[in-house]
């Protein structure tokens, strides 16, 4: 059975819809089940952009890095805490990348595409149900942050199946892109136990697949793709509640083993 050693995705309160409670308890939690490596990833800040539960203010930014330098040196005996973020990729973006690794220190980013923000900072979703001209748009918007070399891993590559009721020719062609991508650029892919637990019922009371997709993973596995195991934590319950038997059978389903799976990321 497959037992999580290292966990890189995880949420604060920040974010504005992860459960209300202090940093400390992830900490904590990870400790008890035997969390070895905890990498907080809140939703990053962008400057001058204020969207309400999706992603921290940048006003929050430096109290977020202080709160998680304090639980590395607290619980340093117990654990090896690291921070992050969790991020999409934009082109005009990308000094501020930089200036998150160079000024503010942080230690990795994650990709996870989930939106566009137009000029005036609204958000613009890529997806409705079965319209592709959104799925090109975000595997194309994927594919450009897996190739900038700023981001450890692929967060829910397969995020889009949460409105794909049907996989078609041209689904299965942008999936192969993806998997083609990560492979080439040696970047494993998440295989997202919150999409499982938390994001799954609106998809299917959609009528939609979800992530994440047995299809998915098993056709990356054939590619020889690496995956990644990351919780998603919303609540610090998560961490200590993981369904090892949801996650056994998915990995069974996908014929992904133990050797295709990253334990633990080097820094
Ligand atoms: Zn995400
Ligand atoms: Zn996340």
């Known amino acids: 059975m497959k037992k999580l050693i290292a966990n890189y995705h995880t949420h604060t309160y920040r974010c504005g819809h992860a459960s209300m409670e202090p940093d400390e308890n992830y900490v904590l939690e990870a400790i008890k089940v035997g969390i070895k490596?905890?990498?907080?990833?809140?939703?990053?800040?962008?400057?001058?952009?204020?969207?309400?539960?999706?992603?921290?203010?940048?006003?929050?930014?430096?109290?977020?890095?202080?709160?998680?330098?304090?639980?590395?040196?607290?619980?340093?005996?117990?654990?090896?805490?690291?921070?992050?973020?969790?991020?999409?990729?934009?082109?005009?973006?990308?000094?501020?990348?930089?200036?998150?690794?160079?000024?503010?220190?942080?230690?990795?980013?994650?990709?996870?595409?989930?939106?566009?923000?137009?000029?005036?900072?609204?958000?613009?979703?890529?997806?409705?149900?079965?319209?592709?001209?959104?799925?090109?748009?975000?595997?194309?918007?994927?594919?450009?942050?897996?190739?900038?070399?700023?981001?450890?891993?692929?967060?829910?590559?397969?995020?889009?199946?949460?409105?794909?009721?049907?996989?078609?020719?041209?689904?299965?062609?942008?999936?192969?892109?993806?998997?083609?991508?990560?492979?080439?650029?040696?970047?494993?892919?998440?295989?997202n136990l919150h999409g499982e637990f938390k994001n799954k019922d609106g998809a299917i009371a959609r009528g939609c697949l979800h992530y994440p997709s047995p299809y998915f993973f098993k056709k990356a596995k054939k590619f020889g793709n690496k995956f990644i195991i990351g919780i998603d934590a919303h609540n610090s319950n998560e961490i200590s509640e993981i369904d090892y038997s949801f996650l056994d059978d998915f990995l069974k389903e996908t014929s992904i083993s133990d050797e295709d799976i990253i334990d633990i990321l080097h820094f």
Not at 148 to 167: A, Q, R, T, W
């Open 37 to 191: 490596d905890l990498g907080f990833s809140d939703h990053a800040p962008f400057k001058g952009i204020t969207h309400e539960k999706m992603r921290m203010e940048f006003g929050q930014f430096q109290g977020y890095l202080d709160s998680i330098k304090n639980l590395k040196e607290k619980y340093f005996n117990n654990i090896t805490i690291h921070v992050g973020l969790e991020c999409e990729y934009y082109e005009d973006k990308l000094d501020y990348y930089h200036e998150l690794f160079n000024d503010y220190k942080i230690d990795y980013l994650i990709l996870g595409q989930h939106l566009r923000y137009n000029e005036e900072g609204e958000p613009i979703n890529y997806f409705k149900k079965d319209k592709l001209e959104g799925f090109i748009n975000y595997k194309n918007d994927l594919i450009k942050g897996m190739k900038s070399g700023l981001f450890k891993y692929v967060c829910h590559p397969d995020l889009f199946m949460n409105f794909v009721s049907e996989i078609t020719p041209q689904i299965d062609k942008l999936m192969d892109e993806i998997c083609l991508e990560a492979l080439k650029l040696n970047l494993p892919l998440e295989i």
